[in-house]
C-alpha cells in the first residue's frame, strides 16, 4: 500500500523563502516522489482591509509590530483538514525542537506551521489556534521562516522511503541517545593524517566495536546530558573507560611527541 503524503501547510508572508530550500537534495527528491507535500499560505491573502495589513501596534504601547489574529484564523480554516494533525506555531518561546518531537511529529497526517515576524503573534493566535509551540533554540531570529525549514526537513528525513536505507537512520547522532561516531573516506591517508587503522580491517565485529566506542566516548565528552537519560549497559560502561583511557595515553603520547620537537634551549 502507497502511504498517504504528509501535507505540510506552511503560514507564510514569506512563501517565496521556501522555494530553492524546497527543491533541493533529498527533500526535493521525497517533494517529487510524493512522500510529502508542502502547501504555502499567505495570511496577507486573508487581511480584511483594503491595506492588506497583517499587523498592528501593540496594546499597552512598546516597540514594533505584532501580527494581527484574524488573518492567521482566516488562512487556516480555508486549509483542508486531515487527521491527525498539528497546528505549530513556530516562537522561541516553544517547546525545543528535538530528534524525539520530530519522530512524534513524522506521525502525524498535517502539520500546519505559522511563521511569525515583527516583535512576533498576537497571544490570541498561540492559546486558541496553535496546538503546539516549538522553539528552534534559546535564541531569537527575525521570522520562523528557518524554524519551520528546518522542522519540515527534519521530518521528512524520517518519513519513509526518503533516506535509502533505514539503518542508515537509526545511527544518526540523537537515535538510541547517542552521538554519531566519526565518519571516514578515501584517502586512507591525507596529508599525513590517517584513517584509523580498525576500519580498514575488514573485521565487521571490531568496527562496530570500535563505532559504538566512539558514540560512547563522544556523547561523554560533548553531551554528557544526554548519557544522564540514557542509562548504559555493564559492556558499554567498559568499553567508554577503555575508549576515555585509551585517548588519554594518545594524548600523552602527542604531548611527548611535541615536546620532543621543541628546539633545546641554548646553554
Ligand atoms: C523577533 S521574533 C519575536 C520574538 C518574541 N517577541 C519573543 O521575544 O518571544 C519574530 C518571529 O520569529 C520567529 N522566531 C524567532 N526565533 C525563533 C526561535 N528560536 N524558534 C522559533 N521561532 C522563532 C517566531 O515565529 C517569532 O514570532
Known amino acids: 500500500m502507497i502511504p498517504t503524503p504528509v501535507r505540510f501547510d506552511?503560514?507564510?508572508?514569506?512563501?517565496?523563502?521556501f522555494e530553492s530550500p524546497l527543491r533541493i537534495g533529498l527533500v526535493g527528491k521525497a517533494l517529487r516522489q510524493g512522500?510529502?507535500?508542502?502547501?504555502?499560505?499567505?495570511?496577507?491573502?486573508?487581511?480584511?482591509?483594503?491595506?492588506?495589513r497583517v499587523d498592528d501596534e501593540p496594546y499597552g504601547g512598546g516597540v514594533g509590530m505584532v501580527l494581527k489574529p484574524e488573518p492567521f484564523f482566516a488562512a487556516v480554516a480555508s486549509l483542508?483538514?486531515?487527521d491527525p494533525r498539528e497546528i505549530i506555531l513556530l516562537t522561541p518561546q516553544g517547546q525545543p525542537l528535538n530528534q524525539a518531537l520530530?519522530?512524534?511529529l513524522a506521525q502525524k497526517a498535517q502539520l500546519i506551521l505559522l511563521c511569525g515576524q515583527y516583535e512576533g503573534f498576537d497571544e490570541r493566535i498561540c492559546q486558541y489556534l496553535a496546538t503546539r509551540e516549538v522553539s528552534l533554540g534559546d535564541f531569537v531570529l527575525t521570522g520562523g521562516?528557518?524554524?519551520?525549514?528546518?522542522?519540515?526537513?527534519?521530518?521528512?528525513?524520517?518519513?519513509?522511503?526518503?533516506?535509502?536505507k533505514v539503518d542508515s537512520l537509526k545511527k544518526e547522532s540523537f537515535e538510541e541517545g547517542l552521538l554519531d561516531y566519526p565518519q571516514y573516506t578515501r584517502p586512507a591517508e591525507?596529508?599525513?593524517?590517517k584513517v584509523p587503522q580498525v576500519l580498514l580491517s575488514g573485521n565487521h565485529e571490531a568496527i562496530a566495536r570500535w563505532r559504538l566506542q566512539?558514540?560512547?566516548?563522544?556523547t561523554w565528552q560533548r553531551r554528557p546530558d544526554l548519557l544522564a537519560k540514557r542509562p548504559l549497559t555493564p559492556e558499554e560502561q567498559q568499553l567508554l573507560a577503555e575508549g576515555l583511557a585509551e585517548q588519554h595515553?594518545?594524548?600523552e603520547k602527542q604531548d611527548a611527541r611535541e615536546l620532543s620537537q621543541l628546539p633545546s634551549q641554548p646553554c
Do not use: M, S, W
Open 10 to 17: 506552511v503560514v507564510t508572508l514569506f512563501p517565496e523563502f
Open 35 to 52: 512522500i510529502a507535500e508542502v502547501h504555502l499560505t499567505n495570511p496577507r491573502d486573508f487581511a480584511a482591509d483594503k491595506h492588506r
Open 80 to 82: 483542508p483538514c486531515l
Open 102 to 104: 520530530l519522530r512524534e
Open 145 to 164: 521562516e528557518i524554524p519551520a525549514l528546518a522542522l519540515i526537513y527534519g521530518v521528512i528525513r524520517l518519513l519513509p522511503g526518503t533516506v535509502g
Open 190 to 193: 591525507f596529508l599525513g593524517y
Open 214 to 218: 566512539q558514540q560512547l566516548v563522544r
Open 249 to 251: 595515553t594518545e594524548v
